[in-house]
């Protein structure tokens, strides 16, 4: 089995581990390398089919070693494929500019790694396949040119001379050099007087490799068989060919050195009746001639025979003047032997007098023109040139008559019939014998086909090939303009509307990526309907779009403008069975002569789009100078937050659970903080919602887990006579829509040595309802671990009964906001009552977040709820502050009221950490 070759670039050897240890069930041979310099070094050494390249390195970064493999000729088709934490569009944007083919986001998911490998594989194949089918077509129609070029050589000569001999003098160069073989040979057949079995053939022209011993010498002989030669010519027919060494009775003896080279022949007619042949020597193994060979010779030693008699007409007008009605028979023959030629090549063909005026076209340069021949008598060349070419054609005629250099040159014709093709002209002049031009003659190639690929190559450069609207690539060299504009005329306004459709995400995911798509070409239908013929629509992403608005009244016309568009979203889209409402979220850029650069217009039209989106979406905003500086300081955030678990800048700290009705300790939540290093500390809910969107929630909770299962293992055995307490750690909604989720929280419990059922895991009653099911199934796997589950924040989503009864939970958390407000026959104080009703009904336990007065705590007592947290008991402490308040300073497990609350108050009033606002329930 072939295996194929894995390049990993990456600074981290775990990251390495991690990636052989995902393909190792592949057949790969992974290869690492630390850095970028080793990655570039190993290049010829390893022969990688596949890069995988990290971003954030010493030295080089990923993004340079990526620019520097596709800048180098042998390595730029090697996939690359981006490992990285990094998530925003605009670093995955200098990703795909360096050339990076795909991308694969940290941490590694195995599934999406090996599809990612195995489809970047298939792709270099299929690049490779379409690459040596290019070469193999591109090698058959080159030599078809050249053999079309051949044939055009020896016609124009035929047309230009009736001199036999320099004809086939440069039949057999020219055949030569085409085929690269060891010699070509014209032979004319002779009758031998001594032998009457055999007859001779002699050498009229030959061509010979000059770097190879001669076979051939001039006026050289052969003897045929001529019992072979005649049943070959009664077998055969014009359109033989045959291999020369069978007809030959002399060949061991002649060609002694070449025992092994195969010699094809083709017949040459002189009034139907065998003249000679045209030979080809070639030194191979091989017995077979290409077909396309065969035929060429054939169409070779057709132009001879008509050069032969051809030749022979003009001697005999030249010696048989007194025969001149014979003689004039002959040269109609000659001539209309020259039309069919003529018509028989794949190329059109012309002659004119000396002034330009047309003589005579061949069939296929009326086929090329749409003129008939007619038509075309008399018409001056500008006559059938395009307008917009007849300078150039000028241009490169006076070159050609003043410097003498050849006449080539590709340029348009009129046509009476088609539209207008484009053509490859070649012309000769025709002398006198006076060494004066008579006229001239010349080929024109049809390359309309060639052109036209050409174009459509260069659309396709510019435009979306799935809804055809112009791509980032045309939308930058417009937005160039409209700067430029901008900055020379005072006057010219424009906008840029940055348009992304929400949720689109759910509509690919659920009806289909082929739904998706034609619900995108019909977007693209509807938006160019909206806008007026000067706007530019252009498709930059997935679902993004940009409209440029040039030439505008006033700026507040894209204003309505974006309006318009959001109310004709409002309108269902119809696609097979499904009626689709989609709708949008709308940056607004108002240009101005600050802007130099098209990337900032974009920029900072993504930033106002964004901020639309968070707003709630189907809703624009128009760019302001603070959102820049948010962003800026929103991405400095997410930068020292992806740093701040390297560097230890997170802390644990836990707030006490106390049983009500006992007064006692049961347990504590888990709760993240962060200490920056320069801002101190950060609330969490300014750094949970950024870790939440770039992932990095997942590795904190994973660390907050560990710290605190370890934390509760130590107090369990150093204060056993508080047993048994309880931890909880809140889950985030990307850890539970993870699918190892269970498997790693049962190793991190197995690796710390916590026995499951004092862990209790908080969801929060929002995240139940995204999906239901897999939420019931994954919460049943986890109780069959014993693992405890609480759902948070109760009474904030939208819990239906018809579900609730069915999840597998031992808690309902009473959120902060009803009982921070609840007062004796209040709204809120009737919420939490029916809220323990409910959980009594259900077989639940209550713990109700955020008691911060005696008076809470005694309606919640009178209410019958079980458990209580908040910062009448304690707020969230480090673990040496929770041991020095609750195990060391003689509290026992059970306190009586006056005495639990009397000690509680004092640590309250000695810690002087500021009081935090209420946490995201997805803060881990």
Known sequence: MAYSSVLVVDD????????????SDRPYQLHYVSNGIDALESLDLFQPDVILLDVMMPGLDGIEVCARIKAMPDWHTVPIVIVTALTEKKDLARCMAAGADDFITKPINGIELRARVQSMLRIKQTYIDLEQQVQTRTAALQAKAERDRVLSIIATQICASFDFNEIVETTVQEVQQLFQCRAVAIWQLQSSIADHNSQVATVVAASQDPTMAPLLKDRDQIHLSRVRLQAYQLEQGDDATVHFQDLMTDCPEKFPRTAHCQQLAVPILQNDKLWGFLSVINCQSSEHWPTEEQEFLKQLSTQLAIALQQAQAYHQLQTE?????????????SEQRYINLANAVPVGIFRTDANHQCLYVNQRWSQITGYSTRAAMGMGWLDYIHPDDQVKFQDEWQRFVNEQRPFQLEYRLRSDCHEEPWVFGQVVAEYDAQDQVVG????VTDISALKRAE??????????????????????ERLELAINRSKRVSSYRYAVLFLDLDQFKVINDSLGHLIGDRLLVQMAQNLKSYLRFSD????????????LLEDLESLDAAVRMAEGILSSFEKPIAIDDYEIVITASIGIVLGSADYDHPSDLLRDADIAMYRAKSSGRSTYKIFGAEMHHQAINRLTLETDLRKALTQEEFRVYYQPVINLAKGRLVGFEALARWHHATRGWISPAEFIPVAEETGVIQQLSRWILRQACQQLLHWQRS????????????????????????????QTLDEVG????????????????EDINQTIELLTELKRHHIQISIDDFGTGYSSLSYLHRLPADYLKIDRSFVGQMEKGNRNFQVVSTIVAL??????????????????????????????????????????????????????????EEERRSVINQSLMSHDQPRSGPCPSSSV
């Open 12 to 23: 981290e050897p775990d990251n390495f581990d991690v990636i052989e240890s995902l393909l």
């Open 839 to 896: 959980s009594n009904q259900l077989g639940l336990d209550v713990v109700a977040e955020g008691v911060e007065t005696q008076q809470q705590l005694r309606w919640l007592e009178q209410l019958g709820c079980e458990f209580g947290q908040g910062y009448w008991f304690a707020k969230p402490l480090p673990p040496q502050e929770i041991e020095n308040q609750f195990f060391t300073q003689g509290l026992s497990p059970g306190l009586v």
């Open 536 to 547: 530019f629509l252009a498709r930059v992403g997935g679902d993004e779009f940009v409209i």
């Open 719 to 746: 204060f056993p006579e508080f047993a048994p307490l309880k931890m909880s750690v809140n889950l985030s909604a990307q850890e539970l829509r993870k699918p190892t989720m269970v498997s790693e929280i049962l």
């Open 440 to 443: 001239y003659v010349g080929t």
């Open 321 to 333: 003047l007194n025969e001149r009605r014979q003689t004039e028979v002959r040269l109609r023959e």
């Open 455 to 476: 174009a459509q190559i260069l659309h396709n450069a510019l435009h979306d090939l799935l809804t055809n609207l112009p791509n980032r690539s045309l939308l930058t």
């Open 754 to 769: 916590l026995e499951p059922h004092y862990l209790t895991l908080e969801i929060t009653e929002s995240m139940l309802i």
